[in-house]
């Protein structure tokens, strides 16, 4: 199982965040993710780093690490937009890139109507999923799928393309698995070098491909707990 961090970008500049990409590079970690969000949840007065140029920076100033969006959402522009900018970012990232892509949720409307975006129906956003997850599959753009919904579900064994499941258990992981899924996860880990092994251990377990820890208090805890759950990463420095 291959391990990431998310990237601190909910700032007034971009520096946090690709000072903690370069650093997580040479922890040994294996690739940095942004969130799609207008604003960090439920936070309107705080700042956020758009994920797309932020995630260009990066993938220029790095050379192994992935960069990806967790996830870029459907109907915040136009989808031959979207599948435009997640190709550039690819060209950029030579490869590295993945377009984690999703159709957002309740959670995310105020955002949309904040800035006078229509937030459509479930339905019409799955359809707007397919579609751009769809053409970017075909330009040979790794795919990842916000959520394990059934038509998402579904919509990931037929392309392929993994599901990201956030927040999910390890039973959530394993379940998906056994209904012909790939599965990668993303969310929070415990901030002990112990605890985040056992978390990163079960999931493992329970077949996720990846795991993406939200961004952590140390990054040293998160490379020191995935050097352990592969057993063959080199030693991470102290500090």
Known sequence: MRVGVTLPHFEPTARPALEAARRAEGLGLDGVFCFDHLWPM???GRPAIA?????AAVAASTSRVVVGTLVARVGLVDDDVLVASLRSLDRIAEGRCVAG?????ALSRAENEAFGIPFEPAARRRERLAAVAGSLVAAGTTVWLG??????????RSLPAPLNLWGADAAGVAAARAGGNTVTW???VPTDVDGA????????AAGADWAVCAWPPSLEVVARAARAVAGARP???PG
């Open 42 to 44: 439920g936070q309107p």
């Open 51 to 55: 994920p797309l140029p932020l995630l």
């Open 101 to 105: 892509v999703g159709t957002g949720d």
């Open 147 to 156: 959520g394990g919904a059934p038509p998402v579900a579904a919509l990931g």
């Open 186 to 188: 993303g969310g929070v």
């Open 197 to 204: 092994t056992d978390h990163l251990a079960s999931l493992a």
């Open 235 to 237: 030693a991470v420095p």
